[in-house]
Nanobody, 122 residues
Framework: QVRVVESGGGLVQPGGSLRLSCAAS????????MDWYRQAPGKQRELVAR???????????VYANSVKGRFTISRDNEKNMVFLQMNSLKPEDTAVYYC????????????WGQGTQVTVSS
């Protein structure tokens, strides 16, 4: 059974930092796309950051404009883990953060975690 589990959310003051972790288990083939999405109340889920691991683009990253320079995504391929280091947090970063695993070569390979709450408030 595939499990995707996030951890590391919480309450932090503006300007503070948090590190989210995500671990995927029970997957036969390792994901070559791991990313973080977020959804704030009343808003659509949006892509925050993505890291791709393929033969032609090992470790390439993509970030939403709103988090560039503040957030850093990284992954541990051996452990099927992905991390999101979030610095200089702002109140508008408040959302539920979801981890997602995908695979460019496998149809239907689409796994989500349950989400972890990040609240930025003084």
């Amino acid at each position: 059974q595939v499990r995707v589990v996030e951890s590391g959310g919480g309450l932090v003051q503006p300007g503070g930092s948090l590190r989210l972790s995500c671990a995927a288990s029970g997957i036969r083939f390792s994901p070559n796309i791991m990313d973080w999405y977020r959804q704030a109340p009343g808003k659509q889920r949006e892509l925050v950051a993505r890291v791709t691991s393929t033969i032609t683009s090992e470790g390439s990253t993509v970030y939403a404009n709103s988090v560039k320079g503040r957030f850093t995504i990284s992954r541990d391929n051996e452990k099927n883990m992905v991390f999101l280091q979030m610095n200089s947090l702002k109140p508008e970063d408040t959302a539920v953060y979801y981890c997602h695993c995908g695979h460019l070569g496998i149809a239907g390979y689409d796994y989500w975690g349950q989400g972890t709450q990040v609240t930025v408030s003084s």
